[in-house]
């Protein structure tokens, strides 16, 4: 389905971020390769994204290059179960109640 920029945005973050494991805002490109093709997006897709996205398309990509091509993920993200959510995992551990 269409997307406002909005979704798009938060959704092409969650994504990003659920690659970035160390969190330093860049993600190697082979792994955004595979999790892209693995997602269902075509190899034709996969490269027009790296033209649009990659500076230094060896190695990484970096969040502000993923975010500049992000409309080629429209078709990818624009049908994702809210699956890619990660809001929960910031909330505080409950607290055992006593005895």
């Known amino acids: 389905g269409w997307m406002d920029g909005e979704m798009l945005n938060d959704r092409a973050l969650a994504l990003f971020r659920s690659l970035d494991h160390d969190s330093d805002g860049v993600v190697a490109s082979v792994e955004l390769r595979e ?4 997602r269902g ?8 994204f790296f033209r649009r996205a990659d500076n230094n398309p060896i ?10 091509a992000k409309d ?8 994702a179960p ?4 990660h809001e929960h995992r910031h909330q505080p551990a409950q607290a055992k109640a006593g005895p």
């Not at 080629?72 to 049908?79: E, H, K, Y």
């Open 72 to 79: 080629l993920l429209r078709p990818l993200l624009g049908d």
């Open 82 to 85: 809210e699956m890619n959510r």
């Open 35 to 38: 999790a892209l093709a693995a």
């Open 59 to 68: 190695y990484e990509v970096r969040l502000e290059d993923f975010l500049r």
């Open 41 to 48: 997006m075509s190899r034709e897709d996969v490269a027009s």
